[in-house]
């Protein structure tokens, strides 16, 4: 969200105490309870309903304005302390499965805020609350992979630290893939013919996950038993027959998902 108040005013963003008590927020709330008090105060001081003070209207806009951006940023920050490791002592694997536990629902969490918000859709991450959404999956999901990180040299049941290894592979993975920032604008060229293409594969990619992971809270994706490699083909032929398209890197990052994605998913359907 834009900041206009440091530019028209000459004045620094209030900081992260004062912007809660504008908010009319206790410090430790959510990111839920922010987007809640923005709208609630947006309304309050929009100019269509303070006609006769539209002076007074803007200025509290402004202050609204900033007093969000600083009370998200200290919620993106809080988001990011690190998780405390699993106790190292404990001899008996519950160490190690308490914190692959923690490691995979902190991941899972961080795939649910990505895909409720649609922020696959990569313009929509600059919006002012979407931002916000999207740095804390991006948070969440690197508190989880340091969770994991961590399991190293916990003692634990063989087959758990393989499983764990898979969650670990698919979350940096799954990182990489949120550090994508290029978005398509039709021009015509061979870089629109490779988009095609990087679009069909990426498409079938996220509607295979949310399916996995996420199957009652998505509309059912129109997928078959052939989606993984109709998905592999798709990206496979930016990279062969479009090698100087500038989604080739892209394509590249999106197949390397889908390898960590196809590992995981096969061992879990083995175990069931």
Same mark, same amino acid.
């Given at each position: 969200?834009?900041?206009?108040?440091?530019?028209l005013?000459?004045?620094?963003?209030?900081?992260?105490?004062?912007?809660?008590? &504008?908010?009319?927020?206790?410090?430790?709330?959510?990111?839920?309870? @922010?987007?809640?008090? &923005?709208?609630?105060?947006a309304?309050?001081?929009?100019? $269509?309903?303070?006609?006769?003070?539209?002076e007074?209207?803007?200025?509290?806009?402004?202050?609204?304005?900033?007093?969000?951006?600083?009370?998200?940023?200290?919620?993106?920050?809080?988001?990011?302390?690190?998780?405390?490791?699993?106790?190292?002592?404990?001899?008996? =694997?519950? =160490?190690?499965?308490d914190? &692959?536990?923690?490691?995979?629902?902190? @991941?899972?969490?961080?795939l649910?805020?990505?895909?409720?918000?649609?922020?696959?859709?990569?313009?929509?991450?600059?919006?002012g609350?979407?931002?916000?959404?999207?740095?804390?999956?991006?948070?969440?999901?690197?508190?989880?992979?340091?969770?994991?990180?961590?399991?190293?040299?916990?003692?634990?049941?063989?087959?758990?630290?393989?499983?764990?290894a898979?969650?670990e592979?698919? =979350?940096?993975?799954?990182?990489?893939?949120?550090?994508?920032?290029?978005?398509?604008?039709? $021009?015509?060229s061979?870089?629109?013919?490779?988009?095609r293409?990087?679009?069909?594969?990426?498409?079938?990619?996220?509607?295979?996950?949310?399916?996995?992971?996420?199957?009652?809270?998505?509309?059912?994706?129109?997928?078959?038993?052939?989606?993984?490699? %109709?998905?592999e083909?798709?990206?496979?032929?930016?990279?062969?027959?479009?090698?100087?398209?500038?989604?080739?890197?892209?394509?590249?990052?999106? @197949?390397?998902?889908?390898? =960590?994605?196809s590992? %995981?998913?096969?061992y879990?359907?083995g175990?069931t």
């Open positions: 969200m834009p900041n206009p108040g440091a530019a005013y000459n004045e620094p963003l209030m900081d992260a105490s004062q912007a809660f008590f &504008f908010l009319g927020l206790s410090p430790g709330a959510t990111a839920e309870e @922010l987007e809640t008090s &923005f709208r609630r105060l309304m309050r001081y929009h100019p $269509d309903k303070n006609i006769d003070r539209q007074w209207s803007h200025r509290m806009t402004i202050l609204l304005l900033e007093a969000y951006e600083s009370a998200a940023a200290r919620i993106a920050e809080e988001a990011a302390i690190p998780v405390a490791p699993p106790d190292r002592a404990a001899g008996n =694997g519950d =160490g190690f499965a914190g &692959f536990t923690s490691a995979r629902k902190l @991941l899972l969490e961080a649910h805020i990505y895909y409720s918000y649609g922020l696959e859709n990569i313009p929509l991450r600059t919006d609350s979407l931002r916000l959404r999207f740095v804390s999956a991006k948070n969440m999901l690197e508190k989880g992979l340091a969770l994991f990180a961590s399991l190293a040299d916990i003692p634990g049941p063989e087959e758990l630290k393989f499983h764990a898979l969650y592979d698919f =979350g940096s993975a799954f990182r990489h893939n949120l550090g994508i920032t290029r978005f398509f604008i039709p $021009d015509g061979e870089n629109h013919k490779a988009y293409h990087y679009h069909s594969g990426e498409i079938i990619l996220d509607g295979m996950i949310k399916k996995k992971f996420f199957p009652d809270d998505f509309s059912p994706a129109d997928l078959n038993p052939k989606s993984p490699v %109709l998905c083909r798709e990206l496979i032929r930016v990279i062969t027959d479009y090698r100087l398209s500038v989604w080739m890197p892209e394509a590249v990052i999106k @197949l390397s998902l889908l390898a =960590g994605f590992r %995981l998913a096969q879990e359907a175990r």
